[in-house]
């Protein structure tokens, strides 16, 4: 059994550059103190005015984990399908990295349920100062007020030696959730992270674009060897 001690003292720049989507997971159960620090962590997230306008339903129950995996393989296989279709043209090396990555995602499309735990996070916008609701293009900062709580969770588990895999396929069948987890008519879902002790190898390097690319210094495009 892992023991409680499994919370890794790993630093802080570790921890987000190996906190990678980990869709291999064991059925093993996750042991109450570990899963109640990643529940800590989660809380720890900031949100505006400190509303805290979000919950997590902790998903345990088989038949319930079940019921959200049947849920989630419709929405997985028109997202698969359009994706091999667009890396179709890519080069081989980088065609491989996606291939790779779309049969782990096809793996945890098909053994959702078999994760000992599925985290699902709930928010309220009434709760929620959203100040970009009113641009005419899709409102993202009301967000802000629940992902860093993800992000927390998914950091805590890489702490706990834990994989996981923030996902919001399943955004796509919000009625059917709610009605499965009795969610109140103002609460949505914001994401679902099935957790679990990795098979394999776990949390690695991560895959990004250089820094350069994505800061800009003062104006937009203008990039720097040092900001
Ligand atoms: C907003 C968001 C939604 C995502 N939705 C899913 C999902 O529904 N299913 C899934 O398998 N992975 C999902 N992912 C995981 C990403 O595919 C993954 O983080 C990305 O490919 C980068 O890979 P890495 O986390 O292993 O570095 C999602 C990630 C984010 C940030």
New binding site residues.
């Given amino acids: 059994m892992i023991a409680e001690e499994s919370m890794s003292e790993i630093g802080i720049y570790e921890a987000m550059s190996t906190?990678?989507?980990?869709?291999r997971l064991r059925e093993d159960p996750i042991p109450a103190a570990v899963l109640n620090r990643v529940l800590e962590a989660a809380n720890w997230g900031p949100t505006g005015g400190n509303a805290q306008p979000w919950r997590v339903i902790v998903v345990k129950d088989a038949a319930t984990k079940a019921a959200l995996q049947a849920l989630?393989i419709g929405?997985?296989e028109a997202?698969a399908a359009g994706h091999r279709a667009l890396i179709g043209g890519l080069e081989a090396e980088a065609r491989q990295v996606q291939e790779r990555?779309i049969a782990?995602?096809d793996h945890?499309?098909h053994h959702l349920h078999r994760a000992p735990v599925i985290l699902v996070f709930c928010f309220n916008p009434a709760l929620m100062a959203i100040t970009d609701a009113k641009l005419g293009r899709p409102s993202v900062v009301g967000g802000a007020s629940v992902?860093p709580s993800v992000q927390n969770a998914l950091l805590a588990c890489r702490a706990e030696g834990l994989g996981c895999?923030?996902?919001?396929?399943?955004c796509a069948r919000e009625p059917e959730v709610k009605e499965l987890l009795a969610i109140p008519a103002d609460w949505y879902t914001a994401?679902?992270v099935p957790i679990g002790y990795p098979v394999g190898r776990g949390h690695g390097p991560?895959?990004?674009r250089p820094v350069a690319k994505m800061a800009y210094l003062d104006r937009w495009g203008r990039s720097s060897a040092e900001y």
Avoid at 165 to 170: A, S, V
């Fill in positions: 906190t990678r989507a980990v869709r989630y929405p997985w997202y990555m782990a995602a945890l499309a992902y895999t923030l996902t919001t396929l399943l994401a679902y991560l895959s990004r």
